[in-house]
């Protein structure tokens, strides 16, 4: 069955430095998401994509942060210049379209700000 | 008002028992709802979606929407030590919003 890939699974990085997230959503899919789940608290919404747009943010997607769909199976999300409370789990979610609305998600990549 | 709200337990049952989840939303604007199932340290894990109010099965598990009082259910019938997880119900369109999820122990 295919699956939303993530890499790395872990990440860890200076306060301030750069860091790339990337993804590989599911082959056939349009829309896709980056959400993130600070430990021991909900999963948060930061934004979506569709049709190399960004379709909606949340407050959390600052101008520290952009995505991008470098060709046609990436997916990635950067972070110009991370804080400690950058911290958390990022997933990425893709969905097919149309009226299916069902988001499927990868096994996320922890990132540790230091 | 939170738009999901979701009791985070924990809640520990028996093997076989028949394990009841849920949710209180706000906001009534057609939306979708699921139901996710994260285990230690990795993604959600789609297990059900609707739209409408009523019912809906997958072998042991069924999902209830009950628009009018904006209350998402999760039954789980003769549950297993691998059913051991955190339940995240969600509703949305195109941005998810979900509960804090419910830390589920099935005891053998």
């Known amino acids: 069955e295919p699956e939303v890939t993530q890499t790395p699974s872990h990440q860890v990085t200076q306060m301030g430095q750069e860091v790339i997230l990337r993804c590989v959503p599911i082959s056939n899919h349009l829309y896709f998401y980056w959400y993130r789940q600070i430990l021991g608290q909900k999963v948060e919404f930061l934004v979506s994509f569709y049709n190399n747009e960004i379709s909606e943010k949340s407050e959390i997607f600052d101008d520290q942060f952009s995505v991008e769909r470098p060709d046609g199976s990436n997916f990635t999300l950067k972070i110009r210049s991370t804080k400690l409370e950058d911290s958390a789990m990022y997933f990425c979610?893709?969905?097919?379209?149309?009226?299916?609305?069902?988001?499927?998600f990868g096994p996320g990549t922890r990132l540790l700000v230091l | 008002q939170k738009e999901v709200e979701q009791d985070p337990g924990p809640l520990s049952v028996p093997e076989g028992a028949i394990v009841s989840l849920n949710c209180t939303y706000s906001n009534s604007a057609f939306q979708y709802f699921m139901w996710y199932r994260q285990y230690s340290r990795k993604g959600p894990e789609l297990l059900m979606y609707t739209y409408s109010s009523g019912n809906k099965e997958d072998g042991r598990f069924t999902a209830q929407v009950d628009k009018s009082s904006k209350y998402i259910s999760l039954f789980i019938r003769d549950s297993q030590p691998s059913d051991s997880a955190t339940y995240l119900c969600a509703k949305g369109n195109e941005k998810l919003t979900f509960g804090t999820g419910t830390r589920l122990t099935i005891i053998p």
């Open positions: 979610a893709s969905r097919p379209g149309g009226r299916q609305e069902t988001q499927y």
